[in-house]
């Protein structure tokens, strides 16, 4: 009895084999056309429109277009309630340039902005080196550092305004314990803007501490344990291991609380309103004394550009430069 044998149809080489046999090679891809591309980046533009379009309608009615307005506004001579205004092109940024209290109002915007920025970053960063340690009631601790920051500007500055009364107040109480007078904190200078400075520091502080306090959690311990074991003092360590460490967050906080600072208004209406003789009536607080006190809405506009343009310089500048110095770890 003869076997026979059938090869595999897989073991036979595919040239030898019948060509009705023969596996046939996969089709290629056919290239995407033009047309289901753009299809795919309208698709992609209607659902980015879809997702973005609200915020961006937001955006140009609540604060583009009152930019704009501003803008149109500064250029006329308008003041609140009358029927019509007149066109003065430049004037109100001239007569702003050239008024005598633009100086003075100018350098007290200055001094309180460089007092409160620089006053809350040093302090703020002490604070969170502190509440960064293994202390007792360290969470209740944090939780009153960040309390005054959410309490409204407003209410704030009344609540101060008891405790630097200079007959009655607590300040005195505790300075009279010592044997020291109370300054005249509403009537003499520099007084009232020390005043002012102090409350937003006290206001602000546990936010900048905040801010810090999550930058220093995440530096990493290895770090400090290699140059602990280097011979480098806390001092040291802190210095060259931690602050470099902790420059994102800096530029941070250097950027968002200087454009606060700049645009205070709540504190000194509360305690100064501005006095005494304009002693702590910084940009913001003239917009509003010009617009709403004295009904300049043209002129009030014209100072609001010029905070507008400040800002912008400033962050540019902050953006320019000081990023240079920040480490991205």
Not at 26 to 39: D, I, K, L
Not at 174 to 192: D, F, H, I, K
Not at 253 to 282: N, R, Y
């Amino acid at each position: 009895m003869t076997t026979v044998i059938t090869p595999d149809a897989d073991a036979v080489p595919a040239a030898s084999r019948p060509p009705g046999d023969r596996p046939r090679p996969p089709a290629p891809r056919r290239p995407a056309t033009r047309r289901s591309s753009a299809r795919r980046r309208r698709r992609a533009l209607w659902w980015a429109l879809l997702l973005a379009g609200p915020n961006v309608l937001l955006l140009l009615v609540f604060t583009y277009r009152p930019l704009v307005e501003s803008f149109y506004l500064s250029t006329l001579q308008w003041n609140l309630g009358a029927p019509s205004a007149r066109f003065v092109g430049l004037g109100n940024y001239v007569e702003w340039f050239a008024a005598p209290t633009t100086g003075r109002v100018v350098t007290t915007t200055v001094v309180f902005t460089v007092a409160t920025v620089g006053g809350a970053l040093v302090l703020g960063l002490g604070l969170a080196l502190l509440l960064n340690r293994r202390l007792v009631g360290r969470t209740v601790a944090r939780t009153v550092a960040f309390a005054p920051y959410v309490l409204s500007g407003f209410a704030v500055g009344i609540l101060w305004l008891f405790i630097f009364d200079p007959r009655y107040g607590l300040l005195q109480e505790l300075l009279g314990r010592v044997g020291l007078s109370s300054p005249a904190w509403y009537t003499e200078r520099p007084w009232p803007l020390v005043m002012v400075i102090v409350v937003y520091l006290w206001k602000n502080l546990g936010y900048v501490a905040l801010i810090y306090l999550a930058g220093l959690q995440s530096v990493p311990q290895d770090l400090r344990d290699a140059a602990a074991l280097d011979g480098a003092s806390p001092a040291r360590t802190l210095r060259s291991v931690v602050l470099p460490l902790l420059t994102p967050t800096t530029f941070f906080l250097l950027v968002t609380m200087l454009l606060a600072s700049l645009q205070s208004f709540d504190i000194i209406k509360a305690m100064t309103q501005g006095g005494p003789l304009g002693s702590t009536t910084t940009l913001m607080y003239s917009i509003y004394e010009e617009g709403f006190v004295n009904g300049r809405a043209g002129y009030a506009s014209a100072v609001a550009t010029i905070l507008f343009v400040s800002l912008l310089v400033v962050t540019a500048v902050q953006l320019r430069y000081v990023q240079r110095k920040v480490h991205y770890a």
